[in-house]
């Protein structure tokens, strides 16, 4: 997979690093931390400018970005709601998170946005809450721009500072995105078991 990254990086150019970075923010089909480091490192090596890959890697995620949140915002958490009173249990969410959620996006949004974007994983689905629960459009572009253009010259700067050992950061970012996944699956199991004793699982909900 890296070498097909690594030719189209070449082939393209900065093009090729936002495209890249556009597919991995709506259908991750490559990690992040696969594409930026490696145009980093096509940076050190003189064959592109480390402030134009950034700005493209910035580009390109933004866009994705904006997809997610604009197809969200089109759908609206109102047209959820009959899913969530009656599978919500399996999500571990009840209508009453939804309306703290809403209210933590109305006075929060820009923290949890711009934070969300420098976690493995969550960086890429931030974006659905976000619309669904119609954050400020410019709060959310803001926010996301700020949180994208520093996850992404963390990684350039990583490729650009290892050289041709860009490897090495997905050892460490690897690892590191593998425990905040385990962290999630096992913060699911947890709600999960605390909703044990409620109504059975599917069962309908009136309200």
Partial sequence: MSDWVIRLIE????????????????????????????????????????????????????????VWYLA????????????????????????????????WFGTRGWLIVGVGRLLPTLRSIISVPAGLLKMRFSTFFVASTIGTALWTALLTGAGYTLGKRYHDVDRIIGPASNLIMAALVLGYVWRLWRQRARAPIGAETDQ
Wanted: aromatic content about 10%; glycine content about 12%; cysteine-free.
């Fill in 11 to 66: 082939q393209a150019g900065v093009l090729g690093v936002g495209f890249l970075m556009f597919l991995e923010t709506v259908f991750p089909p490559i990690p992040s931390e696969v594409i930026m480091p490696v145009a980093g490192v096509a940076a050190a090596q003189g064959k592109m400018s480390l402030w134009a890959v950034i700005a493209s890697g910035t580009a390109g995620a933004m866009l994705g970005n904006l």
């Fill in 72 to 103: 969200a915002r089109a759908l609206g958490i109102i047209r959820l709601r009959p899913f969530i009173l009656r599978w919500g249990r399996w999500l571990t969410i009840e209508w009453d998170d939804i309306v703290r959620a809403e209210r």
